[in-house]
């Protein structure tokens, strides 16, 4: 147990519908990242949030937001929803640090089906 | 395009026999990251290394700077070792701390 925890584990919804998945990070993290995973992708970067405030951005598609909250969890929004959106997400968490050799810790995804 | 290239993509080994997945990158890294997928899904970090050596239990990963490559070894290897595996690459711990990945190795090991 990495520690992550993601909510909900599955979900199966409509094209043109919007969905919110939520991370909970471990405790003491700062940074979250939220990962998308597909068959003909594989796994790709979408955003990186750092206390609260947006870090990095990856592959992020404008269908797409996310945020983190003061209590650090952070929500991923998908919104007018395609059946190529159907994936793993996941949601890693570190330290947030620039070192080096952070690691990160991957929850255990939500994985989206898009009908 | 910063590249990612894993090899083989598909690998099937008997029980016991040692294993090499290759891992080569197109520009400098400050870090790389070896993860291990379960069939459920699941990702577990193996190894984070920015130079030389590291090893726990039945894995070695390595990395050499200079050719931007890795490779991550299994000795003994074991059924439960059957997974996919999937290196990471960091470019810059000042742009974020986000991770470019290859495209992962299916491990099958046969008892």
């Known amino acids: 147990d990495s520690g992550v925890t993601q909510t909900p584990k599955h979900l199966i919804t409509a094209t043109g519908q919007r969905v919110t998945l939520r991370c909970s990070p471990r405790?003491?993290?700062?940074?979250v990242y939220w990962y998308q995973q597909s068959l003909d992708q594989g796994l790709q970067f979408l955003i990186q949030?750092?206390?609260?405030?947006?870090?990095a951005k990856g592959n992020i598609l404008e269908r797409f937001s996310a945020q983190q909250f003061p209590d650090l969890h952070s929500e991923l929004n998908l919104s007018s929803l395609e059946l190529g959106d159907s994936a793993l997400y996941f949601c890693?968490?570190?330290?947030?640090?620039?070192?080096?050799?952070?690691?990160?810790?991957f929850g255990p995804g939500t994985r989206l089906l898009v009908l | 395009k910063n590249e990612v290239e894993q090899s083989p993509q598909n690998l099937t080994a008997q029980e016991g026999e040692f294993i090499t997945i290759n891992c080569s990158y197109s520009?400098?890294?400050?870090?790389l990251h070896w993860l291990q997928q379960h069939p459920g899904g699941g990702i577990v970090s193996l190894f984070m290394?920015?130079?030389g050596k590291k090893k726990h239990g039945r894995l070695i990963a390595t990395i050499n700077i200079q050719e931007k490559h890795s490779s991550l070894h299994i000795t003994a290897s074991h059924p439960r070792d059957s997974a996919v595996y999937i290196c990471a690459v960091r470019f810059s711990p000042f742009t974020g701390n986000q991770f470019y990945f290859g495209t992962g190795t299916s491990l099958t090991v046969i008892p």
């Open positions: 949030y750092y206390n609260g405030e947006e870090r």
């Open positions: 290394l920015s130079s």
């Open positions: 890693a968490s570190s330290v947030g640090t620039t070192a080096k050799l952070e690691t990160q810790y």
């Open positions: 405790s003491g993290d700062l940074s």
């Open positions: 520009v400098g890294i400050s870090a």
